[in-house]
C-alpha cells in the first residue's frame, strides 16, 4: 500500500524555488541562499526528491580550470506539476509514494 503525506515545509520552499527557473539548472549553494535551508537539510531533501522522480541532478564540468565538478538540480516534469499543484493548493500528490 503507498502512503501519501503532504510536503514537508521545507519542500515546499525548494519547490517554489526551483519552479521559478524550472528549466533551468541550480546548484546546491544557490538553492541555499534562495531558500535560507541548511546543507544539512537541502541536500538529503534533493537527494530524496531525485528518488521520487521530482528532481534530476547531474553533473556540470567548473567554468573555470582548476575548480571542482558540481552537481546541478532542476525540477522534472513530474516536480513541476507538484510545485503547480503545491502553489494552487490543490495537493494533488503524485502516486510515486510518500514524499520526502
Known amino acids: 500500500m503507498v502512503r501519501k503525506r503532504q510536503p514537508s515545509k521545507q519542500m515546499r520552499l525548494l519547490l517554489e524555488a526551483m519552479s521559478a527557473q524550472r528549466l533551468h ?29 521530482l528532481v534530476e541532478a547531474e553533473w556540470h564540468e567548473p567554468a573555470q580550470p582548476g575548480r571542482p565538478a558540481r552537481h546541478a538540480y ?3 516534469a513530474e516536480g513541476f506539476a507538484l510545485a503547480l499543484a503545491m502553489a494552487e493548493g490543490r495537493g494533488d500528490l503524485p502516486s510515486t509514494g510518500a514524499l520526502a
Do not use: A, F, I, V
Not at 28 to 51: A, F, H, I, Q, V
Open 74 to 76: 532542476r525540477l522534472t
Open 25 to 53: 539548472w541550480r546548484h546546491g549553494y544557490d538553492l541555499m541562499k534562495e531558500t535560507g535551508l541548511s546543507s544539512g537539510t537541502l541536500y538529503p531533501l534533493l537527494m530524496r526528491m531525485t528518488d521520487q522522480g
